[in-house]
């Protein structure tokens, strides 16, 4: 009976305690597992996102009811019985299952993976999966995939949308180029006016590079008379569309100003007062720097007024001269801000051979690699150094010089460069009579 008793099982209460704890650690094990298995299977069911198995070669395993949701499928099951091979049936691009399993052969992983699909209905969403691949701990043979699958076709609608908004963008500045191109002249008047090109007694030259598509540097040549050159230009602060527009109104204004452009003072006093009446209607100021002379070939004579802009380099060939051109009269502030600014007129006098350079400040206003500005005496010390040049080259060779300086290589503002050549005078004295 003894051995009997020792045969069933242990004879100690200290054996039988231990049994017992073994069998209910066992059992915590199991409803341990059994809640983790619920947890898991509740975030299978309910997730927002698509869930998913699949078999390396197109299968799918199982399915969560979001997935089925998004593929327009009643239900997981329907979505396992009528995809059987995801390449065919599911990618709109052909041989996008291939580029799936070989990123996965590659990577062991796919994310952000973009692709169109057709719903049960035929109809096209796009979607987004990351997945990875599973493998047998031990034999480390390739298991299945499995991963998530986000619907993005709200976004890739509005990515369409803005691509074909900003198609138009891109379109519509390159028109604003074109446009801003022809305004700038082509072909220069001849002084006096019944000369040919090649034998004018004045000689222009202009370099010019907006910062962006368009720019907000402008400069034009205005024949007053057959002995009188209108020389224009400006700066409007900024760059892009917006200054481009500007230069456009400017432009319209000068044209309308004609009449009295044979007097810089009296011209740069209208434009302000014009700009002023459009920019009270406006939310945000704009600011316009301008020059402009008048150069009488007759005697070399020159009249002009400054609003805020850059002075212009005065290149005295014969004198062996270069420096900034001399103001007696006040240089009055921007264009556009000031109700009440007073331009005053200023003379000089140029000889045959000399040579104004005007120009706006995103010439010289550039960061060099030593972390400085270039600046006003760097580009007056490069100008004088090539004093003897003709006027192409030496505008060729200083825009160079400066470009070369500037620390990301290129021109962060726009570039406007406006060369008046005097190469020969008549006799005579000026026919017009300066303020």
């Given amino acids: 009976m003894l051995s009997l008793l020792a045969e069933c099982g242990p004879s100690t209460p200290t054996a039988w305690k231990a049994n ?42 199982s399915a969560n ?37 070989f990123t996965m052969r590659q990577n062991g992983r796919v994310l952000d993976f973009e692709s169109e699909i057709y719903r049960r209905d035929g109809s ?39 691509r074909a908004k900003n198609a138009q963008l891109e379109a519509d500045l390159e028109m604003a180029r074109d446009i801003q191109q022809v305004f700038l002249p082509r072909k220069y008047p001849s002084f006096p006016q019944r000369l040919r090109l090649e034998e004018s007694w004045l000689h222009f030259c202009h370099r010019y590079q907006p910062a962006e598509r368009v720019g907000g540097d402008f400069f034009c040549v205005l024949p007053l008379s057959d002995m009188e050159a209108g020389v224009f230009i400006c700066d409007v602060l900024g760059h892009g569309l917006r200054a ?34 459009i920019f009270r209607q406006t939310e945000s100021p704009m600011l316009v720097s301008a020059f402009y002379l ?16 850059p002075q ?27 109700e009440k600014a007073i331009y005053e007129n200023s003379h000089g006098k140029a000889a045959a051979n000399d040579l104004v350079a005007l120009f706006t400040d995103g010439l010289f206003e550039v960061e060099t690699a030593d972390d400085e500005y270039y600046g006003p005496n760097r580009l007056l010390a490069a100008m004088r150094r090539r004093l003897h040049l003709p006027a192409e080259q030496l505008f060729s060779e ?38």
């Avoid at 066992?26 to 983790?36: F, V």
């Avoid at 390739?142 to 803005?162: C, H, N, S």
């Avoid at 470009?403 to 026919?431: H, I, N, P, W």
Wanted: aromatic residues 6%; glycine residues 8%; proline residues 4%.
């Fill in 20 to 61: 017992t704890t073994h069998v209910m650690d066992q059992e915590n094990t199991i409803e341990a597992l059994r809640r983790a298995e619920q947890k898991y299977r509740s975030i299978f069911e309910h997730a927002t996102e698509g869930i998913f198995q699949t078999t390396p070669d197109g299968q799918y395993l």
């Fill in 65 to 101: 009811p979001a997935l089925a949701r998004m593929y327009g499928y009643d239900s997981p099951e329907k979505l396992l019985a009528a995809l059987t091979d995801i390449g065919r049936q599911l990618y709109v691009q052909p041989g996008r299952r291939s580029e799936f399993t």
């Fill in 124 to 162: 096209i969403i796009w979607i987004s999966e990351n997945a990875r691949a599973v493998h047998d701990e031990v034999t480390s043979e390739l298991l299945y995939y499995e991963g998530m699958v986000q619907d993005i076709t709200r976004r890739k609608r509005a990515e369409d949308e803005l």
């Fill in 244 to 277: 481009a527009l500007v230069t456009a109104i400017v432009r319209g204004l000068l044209e309308e100003l004609t009449p009295i452009a044979t007097n810089p003072s009296c011209l740069l006093t209208e434009i302000n007062r014009s700009l002023l009446a």
């Fill in 294 to 309: 008048v150069v009488n070939v007759s005697d070399g004579e020159m009249c002009y007024a400054n609003a805020g802009h």
């Fill in 312 to 338: 212009p380099i005065h290149i005295q060939r014969a004198a062996g001269l270069v420096e900034p051109l001399q103001f007696q009269g006040i240089q009055g502030p921007v264009l556009g801000i000031f």
């Fill in 398 to 435: 200083v825009v160079a010089e400066v470009q070369q300086a500037c620390k990301c290589g290129q021109f962060a503002d726009d570039m406007c460069l406006l060369g008046v050549e005097l190469l020969r005078t008549g006799l005579g004295v000026s026919s017009r009579q300066f303020a």
